[in-house]
């Protein structure tokens, strides 16, 4: 079962020679998506938990199939 974190950004909270673009960019270039944007400026994210059991799952199964 997938897993997801969240995150809120409070896009009124930007520096002055910024804006709120910016801080969504970064945080796409971390893995989150944005999902939603509040009419008051907020934006929630959400972006997978990866477990590392997967990746070894996944290794194991690359090194059946070789």
Not at 25 to 45: M, P, Q, Y
Request: hydrophobic share 40%; glycine share 10%.
């Amino acid at each position: 079962m997938r897993q997801w974190e969240y995150l809120r950004l409070d896009l009124n909270d930007t520096p002055r020679r910024s804006d709120g673009i910016d801080m969504l960019n970064r945080a796409g270039s971390e893995g989150w998506e944005l999902v939603s944007v509040t009419g008051n400026g907020l934006a929630f994210l959400k972006r997978e938990i990866v477990r590392a059991t997967k990746i070894v799952h996944r290794k194991a199964a690359d090194a059946l199939t070789g």
